[in-house]
C-alpha cells in the first residue's frame, strides 16, 4: 500500500482490500487482528504484516477464540476489537463468540471471507450467505460488493460498534473484492463523542434519591465502557450509596469499600426502596429489575464464606483455592472467569481492586470464553497478573488454545476447578429429577499435562496446603502454567437464582 497524499486528517491510499480495511482500522484505534488462517482473508494478513508499523497479528486454534480474544481486548482497552475470519465455518464457528459481543454490548468488527461473487450461485467452496445468520446478534451485517468501498464500510462499522449501545458488526467481503486494489481517500479519524445528561432526567433521579431512604446503586460493565469509573465512584461516596457491581463495573468500589455491599445483594435489594442501575442491563442477574420486599440473613453467609476459605477439607473445597488466591492478587490482576460453579465461587470470594480489571462471559453464558480472553488480558497488561478460572467442563472448549498462548509468548496463570463435572448442571439436575446424567467428566483428569504437551507448564494439586505453593510457582514460571485443583465433586455452589 502506497500513501500517495495527506491533508493534515486526510489520507490517499491504494492499496489490496486487506490494506485498505487495516489502515482504516489502526485509524480507529484497533491494535490487533484475531484469526484463524484462511485463504479467503489473505490479503488482510498482508495488510497487517505490511503496515508500518506491521498490527500484531494473533492466530489462535479455533474462530470462537479469535472472536473472544478480539472482545476480551475490547472490553479492557475500550477500542472495538476484530478479529478475522475465513468463509463458511469459519463464520458459523465464530457464532457463538458473536453472540457473547452482542450480549456483552462489546465493540467488535468481524471482518469475513466470502466466496467468489462472480460465480455466486455455482457451489464455490464455502459459498454461504453469511450476513442473514449474522443480523440477529449484530449492529449491522452486511456484504461490501466493491472494494472501492471497503475503506468507507470498515470505517463505517467500526463506528457504529462503538456508538452507545455498543455491539458487534459483520462485514464480508467477496475473495476477488478483497485481492483487487483501490485508491481510497481514508475517512476522517474520529473526534471523540460528546455526550451531555439530560438536565430533566438527571434532576427527576434527583429528586427520586432525595425522597429515599435505602437507595442502592448498581454499577455495570457501561460504567468502564464509558469512562465514567471516576464519576461512578465519586458520585457513590458523596451521597453515600450502597454500591452493587457486576461484570466490568467490579472494581469500582475497590475490594473492602465500606459502601460495596456486593456479597450482601439479596438484602440490599429486598430492603431498597430506589435502585438506581449505572451501565448494566435489568437481565436475570439483577432480578429482572424486581426489587424490594423482601429480607434476607447475609450475616449468617459471611461467616459460612470465611469457614469455607480457610477449608482444610480433602476433597479440596473450591472456596480455599480463593482463599488462597485472594492473598496473592496484585491490585492490578485482570481476573477472567470461564466455567460453572467455579466461576460463581469466584464473583462472591474474588473482588477486584480496580475497575476494568474483571471479565466473565456475561449474560450470554458461554463456555469457552476463557483462552481467548486470556489472550486479550495479557495483550492488554503486558505487565500485570493475569489469572484464568477455568471450570475443567469449560477447558474441553477451548484448551487447545494454551497452544496460542505458547506460540505468542503470552503467559498466564490458570486455576483449573477440577471437579470432574459439569457442576452447575449436575446438581440442579439432581434436584429436579433425583439422579443426574451427562454431567460427569473424568475424575482429576489430567489438564495440566494438556497444557505441558502444549508448551506450556502445570501441575495438580489435591490438597488444600498444595494450593499456595502452586500458586506461587504459577505467578513465577513466566509461562502458561495450569494448576490443576481437584475438588470435591459434592460440593455445588449455593444458588439463589438458575437465570432460567
Ligand atoms: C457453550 C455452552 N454449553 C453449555 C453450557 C451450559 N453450562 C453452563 S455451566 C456448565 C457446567 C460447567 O462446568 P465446569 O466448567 O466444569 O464448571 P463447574 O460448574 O463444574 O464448576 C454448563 C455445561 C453453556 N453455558 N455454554
Ligand atoms: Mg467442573
Redesign the pocket.
Known amino acids: 500500500m502506497t500513501e500517495t497524499t495527506r491533508t493534515e486528517r486526510q489520507a490517499k491510499v491504494e492499496g489490496h482490500g486487506g490494506a485498505l480495511a487495516v489502515a482504516v482500522a489502526r485509524r480507529r484505534g484497533v491494535s490487533a487482528m484475531f484469526t484463524l488462517s484462511g485463504a479467503h482473508v489473505f490479503p488482510l494478513y498482508d495488510g497487517a504484516v505490511k503496515a508500518d508499523p506491521p498490527l500484531p497479528l494473533i492466530d489462535v486454534r479455533h474462530e470462537q477464540t479469535a472472536v473472544f480474544a478480539a472482545e476480551g481486548l475490547a472490553k479492557l482497552t475500550r477500542v472495538p476489537g476484530l478479529a478475522v475470519v475465513t468463509a463458511g465455518p469459519g463464520v458459523t464457528n465464530s457464532v ?1 463468540a458473536v453472540t457473547t459481543a452482542w450480549f456483552n454490548g462489546s465493540p467488535l468488527l468481524v471482518l469475513g471471507g466470502r466466496a467468489p461473487q462472480a460465480r455466486w450461485g455455482s457451489g464455490s467452496l464455502q459459498e454461504l450467505d453469511h450476513p442473514p445468520l449474522l443480523a440477529p446478534v449484530t449492529k449491522r451485517a452486511a456484504t461490501v460488493h466493491r472494494v472501492g468501498d471497503i475503506a468507507a464500510e470498515v470505517d463505517a462499522a467500526l463506528a457504529l460498534a462503538d456508538q452507545p449501545h455498543r455491539g458487534p458488526v459483520f462485514l464480508d467481503v467477496p475473495i476477488e473484492q478483497l485481492f483487487s486494489s483501490a485508491a481510497v481517500t481514508l475517512p476522517d479519524p474520529p473526534a471523540p463523542p460528546a455526550r451531555e445528561p439530560d438536565g430533566d432526567a438527571l434532576a427527576r433521579v434527583a429528586a427520586l434519591l432525595g425522597g429515599a431512604q435505602r437507595p442502592v446503586l448498581v454499577l455495570g460493565s457501561d460504567v468502564w465502557a464509558d469512562h465514567a469509573e471516576q464519576a461512578a465512584r465519586r458520585a457513590a461516596e458523596a451521597l453515600g450509596l450502597p454500591v452493587i457491581a457486576n461484570g466490568l463495573g467490579r472494581g469500582v468500589l475497590p475490594a473492602g469499600h465500606e459502601l460495596l455491599v456486593t456479597r450482601a445483594r439479596s438484602l440490599a435489594f429486598g430492603a431498597a426502596d430506589l435502585v438506581i442501575v449505572a451501565g448494566a442491563p435489568l437481565d436475570f442477574r439483577l432480578g429482572y429489575g424486581a426489587f424490594g420486599g423482601s429480607s434476607g440473613q447475609p450475616a449468617r453467609v459471611v461467616q459460612l464464606d470465611q469457614e469455607v476459605l480457610a477449608s482444610d477439607a480433602g476433597p479440596v473445597h ?1 472456596a480455599r483455592i480463593y482463599g488462597e488466591l485472594r492473598k496473592l492478587l496484585a491490585d492490578d490482576a485482570v481476573v477472567i472467569g ?7 465461587f469466584a464473583g462472591r470470594y474474588i473482588e477486584p481492586a480496580q475497575p476494568g480489571s474483571w471479565l466473565d462471559p456475561g449474560p450470554y ?4 470464553t476463557g483462552l481467548g480472553y486470556a489472550i486479550a488480558a495479557r495483550m492488554a497488561r503486558p505487565e500485570g497478573q493475569v489469572v484464568l478460572l ?6 474441553g ?1 477451548s484448551l487447545m488454545d494454551v497452544d496460542s498462548l505458547v506460540r505468542h509468548r503470552l503467559p498466564v496463570v490458570i486455576v483449573c ?1 477440577n ?1 470432574g ?6 446438581h440442579p439436575m439432581r434436584m429436579f429429577y433425583g439422579y443426574d446424567v451427562a454431567a460427569d ?1 473424568q475424575p482429576g483428569c489430567r489438564y495440566d499435562q494438556v497444557a505441558q504437551a502444549l508448551g506450556g507448564a502445570g501441575e495438580l494439586v489435591t490438597t488444600a496446603d498444595g494450593i499456595a505453593p502452586a500458586l506461587r510457582r504459577a505467578f513465577d514460571a513466566g509461562v502458561p502454567y495450569l494448576v490443576n485443583v481437584v475438588t470435591d465433586p459434592e460440593v455445588a ?1 449455593p444458588r439463589a437464582t438458575t437465570g432460567l
Open positions: 457463538s473450591p470461564d466455567g460453572g460453579d467455579f466461576v460463581s453464558g458461554c463456555l469457552g477455568l471450570g475443567d467442563g469449560a477447558a472448549l476447578g471437579n463435572a459439569w457442576g452447575l448442571e449436575k467428566l455452589y
